[in-house]
């Protein structure tokens, strides 16, 4: 069994910066892919960033891409995610996921979730 806590959420002015962290402990495996997920009131959660372990290969949702940044460090276990030139648009709860084996932007494929931390972008 895996847990994720997230941290880093907060509240930002439009074009500001974040940095969001994702500390994951229990019986954590090399095959391993970490992503993260957002999910405004309303709206469907939606596929944000994930990163592979082995390769670090990483993937990111159109809508981020130039702006968002998903890294990872083996050592400490935790997967971080840069967010730059926020827009309101990009308000949400942000969640840590991950999944054993190769990339997936379908959440439903994720195995274990944090319990999400707000990001809020004012206009």
């Known amino acids: 069994q895996v847990q994720l806590v997230e941290s880093g959420g907060g509240l930002v002015q439009a074009g500001g910066s974040l940095r969001l962290s994702c500390a994951a402990s229990?019986?954590?495996?090399?095959?391993?892919?970490m992503g993260w997920f957002r999910q405004a009131p309303g709206k469907d959660r939606e596929f944000v960033a994930a990163i592979g372990h082995i390769s670090t290969s990483t993937w990111y949702a159109d809508s981020v891409k130039g702006r968002f940044t998903i890294s990872r460090d083996n050592v400490k276990n935790t997967v971080y995610l840069q967010m730059n030139s926020l827009t309101p648009e990009d308000t949400a709860v942000y969640y840590c996921?991950?999944?054993?084996?190769?990339?997936?932007?379908?959440?439903?494929?994720?195995?274990?979730w944090g319990q999400g931390t707000q990001v809020t972008v004012s206009p």
């Open positions: 996921a991950v999944k054993n084996g190769y990339y997936s932007a379908v959440y439903s494929l994720y195995n274990y």
């Open positions: 229990g019986r954590t495996s090399s095959t391993y892919t």
